[in-house]
């Protein structure tokens, strides 16, 4: 893998974890501890659309998109894909020190495997 395509690879996972993250705090904020309903519905679409987490999470949600298919247009997808199977793994450590989730053992032992995973398809020709 080349320098250019491990740096937009980083741009879509980071991009693309920090989106997840950013929309998962604005809709923690928005749907705060009252129960679901349909009534409740166009109040809680209305919050959210004002929250600025949910934009900058959109936002970088398409940085992310517009990096994968820049990279997609240069590189094989048998290589991009999996590489950016890494959101995974930000994802994992962004819930665990951004947004406080505990996580399991399990949970820390999949981070791992995909690591391996990804370090060897980045690795191999």
């Known amino acids: 893998m080349n320098l250019l395509t491990?740096?937009?690879v980083l741009v879509v996972v980071l991009a693309g974890?920090?989106?997840d993250?950013?929309?998962t705090m604005a809709m923690k904020r928005v749907a705060s501890r009252e129960p679901?309903?349909?009534r409740r519905?166009?109040?809680r679409v209305a919050r959210a659309l004002l929250e600025s987490r949910l934009w900058m999470g959109v936002?970088?949600?398409?940085?992310?998109f517009f990096a994968f298919i820049t990279v997609l247009s240069w590189a094989n997808v048998t290589l991009v894909v999996p590489a950016t199977a890494a959101?995974?793994?930000?994802g994992g450590v962004g819930a665990r020190f951004l947004l406080k989730e505990r996580l399991g053992r399990a949970r820390w032992g999949g981070m791992v495997l995909v690591a391996v995973g990804v370090a060897?398809?980045?690795?191999?020709?």
Do not use: E, F, Q
């Open 41 to 43: 519905a166009p109040h």
């Open 17 to 19: 974890t920090g989106g």
């Open 87 to 90: 959101n995974y793994i930000a």
């Open 6 to 8: 491990a740096l937009l």
């Open 21 to 23: 993250i950013l929309l």
């Open 36 to 38: 679901w309903s349909w």
């Open 59 to 64: 936002g970088l949600m398409a940085v992310a």
């Open 120 to 125: 060897l398809v980045c690795s191999g020709r």
